[in-house]
């Protein structure tokens, strides 16, 4: 099939899953051995076209906007939703940056010369097909296709219904640039965002598509991790923790907190949960409660912590009188509440007797995904570090650091909190597999 064949076809409404993952296959033959120059021309290219082509996406990202608000979607969400200059030019540069890394295609991963002199090489290779099933966050259209480019795989992007006119823009421009440097369009295949089936129907592509990640939200994830007949790299949900440990310095910890929470509180490395020792909620709490209150964040606390924030939130209450901003809520915490991503200006308090009650806590109710502990004390610190059970364990740092840009991996195609294959920002090897290649000269085994 020609490339202009492959166009035509790319851009018929009609396709099934099943027909858009066959010409993902199809390409993704041709794309797995192209030359690393090309596939760099391509990023760059898929760059030129969003700023080319910012206008068009933005009245499509407008669209989306104005209908989520119309149904009454939470800000949050719609942040998340949202493009302007910036976003998009943020999109451009990140796919610039991926174009500046290594090649990782052919990288020998181990050689050796095995049983009668036979050469082995194992090298890096790409999955294949990749399948997308994600929400309403147009810019992992772009960084998604981007590093497929990048790794040689065809993907497949199953974006949420919230920002069906933006990524149907956004996949649109891509498909044209890359095709304008030689690849197929069917490098990068829309996948209908209108109908809960074409969902299912990704699930159920075993042997057409290599691998699945869904990224969204919780009920998301576990949809297909338990339904998927495609092998699933789980991306993970963020009911991420900030611990104060009893010798936490309390304006780092405040510090800490207050970015972790309100830097931008819908993203999935945001803190929805502080934990912290009954020792330091006379001390620290207060402080960190009031810098939280003038944020408007709501407090959702445990029984021990709710009489310090109500205390708190009295006095800056009161204060408020005076011509601050309005004095925000406070609720007792159920147990649901510790194990709720929010993705909004909401934070559950559970207070702990120590560092080890504190590791329980988390590793029970937490996601796998990034938790911080902020201390003085070493030994808390290696405790910490060694006994929680995450991607991303920090100490004395903010959990908005988990991320493909700042781990230094360019842009990333979701951060995964299981344990097989890829943890963590999953960058450009998290794309790959391996091949065994051995070269012989006539040997047979005995």
């Known amino acids: 099939m020609s490339a202009a064949e492959t166009t035509t076809v790319a851009t018929a409404s009609s396709l099934t899953v099943q027909q858009w993952a066959s010409c993902a296959r199809t390409a993704a033959v041709e794309l797995g051995v192209s030359v690393a120059e090309q596939r760099n021309s391509a990023l760059t290219a898929m760059a030129e076209a969003l700023g080319a082509h910012e206008a068009e996406l933005l009245v499509a990202n407008a669209r989306d906007v104005e209908a989520a608000r119309e149904c009454g979607t939470n800000e949050g969400l719609i942040d998340r939703l949202m493009l302007d200059h910036g976003r998009l030019e943020g999109c451009a540069d990140a796919l610039l940056q991926l174009r500046e890394f290594p090649d990782v295609l052919g990288e020998v991963i181990d050689t050796r010369t095995i049983s009668g002199g036979v050469e082995m090489e194992q090298v890096r290779v790409p999955l294949g097909v990749v399948g997308m099933i994600y929400e309403a966050r147009p810019n992992v259209t772009v960084d998604s296709a981007g590093i497929a480019i990048k790794t040689g795989n065809a993907i497949l992007l199953r974006g949420g219904s919230l920002a069906r006119h933006s990524n149907d823009a956004l996949i649109a421009v891509l498909r044209e640039a890359i095709a304008g440097v030689g690849l197929s369009p069917d490098c990068i295949c829309?996948?209908?965002?209108?109908?809960?089936?074409?969902?299912?129907?990704?699930?159920?592509?075993?042997?057409?598509?290599?691998?699945l990640i869904p990224r969204g939200g919780a009920g998301l994830i576990s949809a297909v991790v338990e339904h998927s007949k495609v092998p699933v790299i789980e991306t993970g949900t963020g009911n991420c923790h900030i611990y104060i440990e009893q010798t936490a310095e309390a304006e780092m910890a405040t510090s800490i907190v207050v970015n972790a929470k309100c830097q931008r509180p819908s993203v999935c490395n945001a803190a929805e949960s502080l934990v912290i020792d009954r020792a330091a909620t006379e001390r620290v709490l207060p402080q960190i409660v009031r810098a939280l209150h003038e944020r408007g964040v709501t407090i959702v606390a445990d029984d021990a912590s709710y009489p310090v924030a109500a205390q708190t939130l009295g006095e800056a209450a009161l204060a408020d009188s005076t011509g601050g901003s309005v004095a925000i809520g406070l609720e007792h915490a159920t147990e649901d509440d510790f194990g709720t991503e929010y993705l909004d200006l909401m934070i559950s308090v559970k207070v702990v007797e120590d560092y080890r009650e504190a590791v329980e806590h988390i590793n029970r109710y937490g996601t796998h995904h990034s938790e911080a502990i902020v201390t003085s004390d070493a030994a808390a610190a290696?405790?910490?570090?060694?006994?929680?059970?995450?991607?991303?364990?920090?100490?004395?740092a903010s959990t908005r650091f988990t991320d493909g840009g700042e781990f230094g991996l360019g842009a990333e195609i979701g951060i995964s909190t299981q344990k097989l294959h890829a943890r963590g920002p999953m960058g450009l090897r998290a794309l790959t597999s391996s091949k065994y290649l051995l070269r012989g000269t006539g040997q047979v085994r005995g």
């Open 382 to 396: 290696d405790y910490f570090l060694a006994r929680v059970d995450a991607a991303a364990v920090y100490v004395n």
């Open 190 to 211: 829309p996948i209908d965002a209108t109908s809960r089936d074409t969902s299912a129907a990704l699930m159920e592509a075993r042997g057409l598509i290599d691998v």
